[in-house]
């Protein structure tokens, strides 16, 4: 079974530039999640979907980040301006179904450089 | 509110010693618990869950996990480290009714000295 794929795996931009995420869940998995992780910190919910729809965006910074799955697939997450503050490893997960005993299975991250 | 307290933010033990990693919880509903690790420069992998079947849990390489309501705590345990087990671990708790989302302890950095 394919697992949670992200691209790409590393990014380093300047402050103020924009950078995007791209996120592919396991097939048939209708919940996909972003986390963010800054570097000696858990992982911190940044938006939860079920299949294409928002479930949870309450610590999603909207005006500069965004996000958004296609078809109930594929998800993107962007940021525009990028801050120093935003360095961090950007998790994609995935699970079956929205409950509270489900496994979410995580994707490799994508780690982003602020500079 | 829930959430997850790992006591040790960094545990040191020799190959083949016992693991402890703590792990205390805060849930006003009873709670789903798990443990996940992560490897450098990979993503994370369920070790374990708790889900109010039976209280002891084991998981994949030799993991086990004890959750007692009593204390609040649901601590992971091995009875011998190997050197592949030297990585980053966190308890996470889910939110009763909310969907699925988890909530991340601070993580625990295991490490294996040989």
């Known amino acids: 079974e394919a697992g949670v794929a992200q691209s790409p795996r590393y990014k380093i931009i300047e402050k103020r530039q924009s950078v995007a995420f791209w996120c592919n869940p396991i097939s048939g998995h209708a919940t996909l999640y972003w986390y963010q992780q800054i570097l000696g910190q858990g992982p911190k919910l940044l938006i939860q979907?079920?299949?294409?729809?928002?479930?949870?965006d309450s610590q999603l910074p909207k005006d500069r980040f965004s996000a958004e799955r296609l078809k109930g697939v594929d998800s993107t997450l962007k940021i525009q301006p990028a801050k120093l503050e935003d360095s961090a490893v950007y998790l994609c997960a995935s699970s079956l179904v929205p409950i509270e005993n489900t496994e979410a299975f995580f994707g490799q991250g994508t780690r982003l450089t602020v500079v | 509110a829930q959430s997850v307290t790992q006591l040790d933010s960094h545990v040191s033990v020799s190959e083949g010693t016992p693991v402890l990693l703590r792990c205390n919880y805060s849930s006003s509903y009873s709670p789903s618990l798990f443990w996940y690790v992560q490897h450098p420069n990979k993503g994370l992998q369920l070790l374990l869950k708790y889900t109010s079947a039976a209280t002891l849990v084991k998981g994949i390489n030799g993991f086990e996990a004890e959750f007692k309501k009593s204390e609040t705590s649901f601590h992971l345990t091995k009875p011998s480290a190997h050197m592949s087990d030297a990585a980053e671990y966190f308890c996470?708790?889910?939110?009763?009714?909310?969907?699925?989302?988890?909530?991340f302890g601070q993580g625990t950095e295991l490490s294996v000295k040989p």
């Open positions: 996470v708790v889910t939110l009763y009714n909310q969907g699925g989302k988890l909530i």
């Open positions: 979907f079920q299949n294409n729809g928002v479930v949870d």
